[in-house]
């Protein structure tokens, strides 16, 4: 499985930024998508999460209501919708396949190359 992640880039405290990832090679339908981010000085941490097949997501508190993960079977692309960005979102954001749903960056198996979101105050 193959992802590139892109649609990063700067913005201010408030503002939005939609992050695509495109997927290919050999994908199963059954596969969680997922979407991280890692700060400087900081661990890469979960934001949020889609089953491929169902649709069903997942979100870390701190993006809830702000943040909403898609996916477009079709293309197949995920996107990650950042609304109310705020400063603390700034970061290197990764989206991540795993055959199994799970928080934990160690139970996903394939990564993109990370996008860079700065969110200026």
């Known amino acids: 499985v193959q992802l590139q992640a892109s649609g990063g880039g700067l913005v201010h405290t408030g503002g939005s930024l939609r992050l695509s990832c495109a997927v290919s090679?050999?994908?199963?339908?059954?596969?969680?998508m997922g979407w991280f981010r890692q700060a400087p000085g900081k661990e890469r941490e979960f934001v949020a999460a889609?089953?491929?097949?169902?649709?069903?997501?997942y979100y870390d508190d701190s993006v809830k209501g702000r943040f909403t993960i898609s996916r477009d079977n079709a293309k197949f692309t995920v996107y990650l919708q950042m609304n109310g960005l705020k400063f603390e979102d700034t970061a290197v954001y990764y989206c991540?396949?795993?055959?199994?749903?799970?928080?934990?960056?160690?139970?996903?198996?394939?990564w993109g190359q990370g996008t860079l979101v700065t969110v200026s105050s």
């Open positions: 889609i089953t491929w097949n169902t649709g069903i997501t």
């Open positions: 991540a396949a795993s055959p199994r749903f799970s928080f934990s960056r160690s139970e996903y198996d394939y």
């Open positions: 090679g050999r994908f199963y339908s059954t596969y969680i």
